[in-house]
T-cell receptor
Framework: DTAVSQTPKYLVTQMGNDKSIKCEQNLGHDTMYWYKQDSKKFLKIMFSYNNKELIINETVPNRFSPKSPDKAHLNLHINSLELGDSAVYFC?????????FGEGSWLTVV | AQKITQTQPGMFVQEKEAVTLDCTYDTSDPSYGLFWYKQPSSGEMIFLIYQGSYDQQNATEGRYSLNFQKARKSANLVISASQLGDSAMYFCAMREVYQAGTALIFGKGTTLSVSS
């Protein structure tokens, strides 16, 4: 069983569209994250939730809206997609010093 | 200011040799954690090793060891007996404290190429 799973793995969409990426973890962790990896491979924290509560929001445009229906799920919804949103989006979960990443979702905006 | 610095964009090593990937960090917190992740060409982020700032000994996990020098604020990853499968990008990261939680901040990464 995959510990942190994201869907879809690949997403190609047109500018202006709205899309969602889903994340689920079966590790029983309390904290989940969204990270963005840009074309230069730089990884940056976007959001973090702890037990369904938003605890980190790192100057991300408000076109990005995370939602955590329960502590095992953290979804990322992106409105009005722009070319610059093309990136790999990683979900992660943690408990203490153990932090596991999902396999990434490759988003391409054309 | 960059909090995690990886100065080696690329490193080349032959199979069976050891290699050291450099990482320096900047923090004023007395309690912190340092991580190394491997990202192969397939893209997933694989956790390798963790070092806590209060840990008395350097962390080791199989062929991976962390050369932790607190006074120099360095946390270099040492890979012994390199294998072709070690070719990947390697990221050093530190747990950063935000207002209501913590998250990892990453260095820019080092690409390791292992040749036969």
């Amino acid at each position: 069983d995959t510990a942190v799973s994201q869907t879809p793995k690949y997403l190609v969409t047109q500018m202006g569209n709205d899309k969602s990426i889903k994340c689920e973890q079966n590790l029983g962790h309390d904290t989940m994250y969204w990270y963005k990896q840009d074309s230069k491979k730089f990884l940056k924290i976007m959001f973090s939730y702890n037990n369904k509560e938003l605890i980190i929001n790192e100057t991300v445009p408000n076109r990005f809206s995370p939602k955590s229906p329960d502590k095992a799920h953290l979804n990322l919804h992106i409105n009005s997609l722009e070319l610059g949103d093309s990136a790999v989006y990683f979900c992660a979960s943690s408990q203490g010093n153990t932090i596991y990443f999902g396999e990434g979702s490759w988003l391409t905006v054309v | 200011a960059q909090k995690i610095t990886q100065t080696q964009p690329g490193m080349f090593v032959q199979e069976k040799e050891a290699v050291t990937l450099d990482c320096t960090y900047d923090t004023s917190d007395p309690s912190y954690g340092l991580f190394w992740y491997k990202q192969p060409s397939s893209g997933e982020m694989i956790f390798l090793i963790y070092q806590g700032s209060y840990d008395q000994q350097n962390a080791t996990e199989g062929r991976y060891s962390l050369n932790f020098q607190k006074a120099r604020k360095s946390a270099n990853l040492v890979i012994s007996a390199s294998q072709l499968g070690d070719s990947a990008m390697y990221f050093c990261a530190m747990r950063e404290v935000y207002q209501a939680g913590t998250a990892l901040i990453f260095g820019k990464g080092t690409t390791l190429s292992v040749s036969s």
